[in-house]
């Protein structure tokens, strides 16, 4: 079980830009899949951004591609999401992931609690 911690959530204008870090325990992060999904209000959670085990690979929600970056060290635990110009559309709790596998194929294993990214505009 890999548990997770996230991190960096605030509130942002629109056109401004956040960084999430979400903090992993347990030797089984480096050998797992990685991802951000999000929450809006009244709304079902979406996945945003994926990251396989070697970072070699990532996949994104057409609505974030070119906004939003995933990234991942694994000799932090850590793995990140850069967000820049960011739109009122983009507020909701944003939830870290551990998938079950070096890639997606499993499905997910684990959920952090979320962190809130709040834009005005």
């Known amino acids: 079980q890999v548990q997770l911690v996230e991190s960096g959530g605030g509130l942002v204008q629109a056109g401004g830009s956040l960084r999430l870090s979400c903090a992993a325990s347990?030797?089984?992060?480096?050998?797992?899949?990685m991802g951000w999904f999000r929450q809006a209000p009244g709304k079902e959670r979406e996945f945003v951004a994926a990251?396989?085990?070697?970072?070699?690979?990532?996949t994104y929600t057409d609505s974030v591609k070119g906004r939003f970056t995933i990234s991942r060290d694994n000799a932090k635990n850590t793995v990140y999401l850069q967000m820049n110009s960011l739109r009122p559309e983009d507020t909701a709790v944003y939830y870290c992931?551990?998938?079950?596998?070096?890639?997606?194929?499993?499905?997910?294993?684990?959920w952090g609690q979320g962190t809130q990214v709040t834009v005005s505009s």
């Open positions: 992931a551990a998938y079950l596998a070096g890639d997606y194929a499993l499905g997910i294993g684990s």
């Open positions: 990251i396989t085990w070697s970072g070699s690979g990532t």
């Open positions: 347990g030797r089984a992060f480096s050998s797992r899949a």
